[in-house]
């Protein structure tokens, strides 16, 4: 049964990400998502304790790496120590990530579903189990602004643009000015949910998308 706590929204788990390194630098390990892992911040157990019923799984396309630099620049970011990660082939990775996900959907079908329309917001809205919402952390991955609709259609429904590492799109938390210059903002309407899009020069690759 579901538990009597109001409906929680989580707005950010890295699933994949403790997946695809296996856990690197946790001190609980890997397990399966259906087993109530001390020490994990989430799993279906602590979900239904919780009567989680939206998350956003982020996708962030990262590989684990040594340098004195950005574990540096990170850990003063988060106040703690932190690990290295610097940004590779992020739309192969991004394939990774996304088949993470199908996997668990697969195999905990009964208790996780996939949030891709607004019918399955309305499951959300029943309490029908828990409802994961894809999001990628860090635009790197859109090699190309079509990639959106690539990855839109595997199950994408909300973008973020920047994690801690300037890109193409926008200025991160690091940001550095002589990286960007100029930077409008348009948003792209993808029904039946909204992604927001900083562009520098690419209007013309926007015709397959609606604007407003």
């Known amino acids: 049964m579901r538990s009597v706590n109001p409906p929680l929204i989580d707005l950010h788990e890295d699933i994949s990400l403790y997946y695809v390194t296996q856990g690197a630098g946790l001190r609980f390990g890997v397990a399966d998502f259906g087993v109530d892992l001390e020490g994990r911040h989430c799993d279906l157990p602590k979900y239904e304790r919780s009567n989680a019923r939206l998350v956003f799984g982020a996708i962030a396309p990262l590989t684990p790496t040594i340098s004195p630099e950005r574990v540096e620049k990170l850990a003063r970011s988060y106040g703690s120590p932190f690990g290295g990660y610097r940004v590779r082939a992020p739309l192969l990775l991004a394939l990774e990530h996304f088949n993470v996900y199908r996997n668990l959907f697969r195999r905990h079908a009964a208790k996780l579903f996939p949030v891709r329309t607004m019918w399955d917001l309305e499951r959300v ?32 429904r ?25 930077v409008g903002t348009v948003k792209l309407v993808l029904p039946p949910l909204f992604l927001s899009l900083s562009l520098r020069g690419y209007e013309q690759l926007l015709p397959p998308f609606k604007l407003s």
């Open 158 to 182: 909300s973008l973020q643009l920047t994690w801690n590492f300037d890109n193409r799109y926008g200025a991160s938390c690091m940001y550095q000015p002589s990286v960007h210059k100029t």
């Open 125 to 156: 809205e029943r309490g029908q189990g828990t409802g994961l919402l894809m999001a990628l952390e860090g635009a790197e991955a859109l090699e190309d602004l079509e990639d959106l609709e690539l990855l839109y259609d595997l199950g994408l």
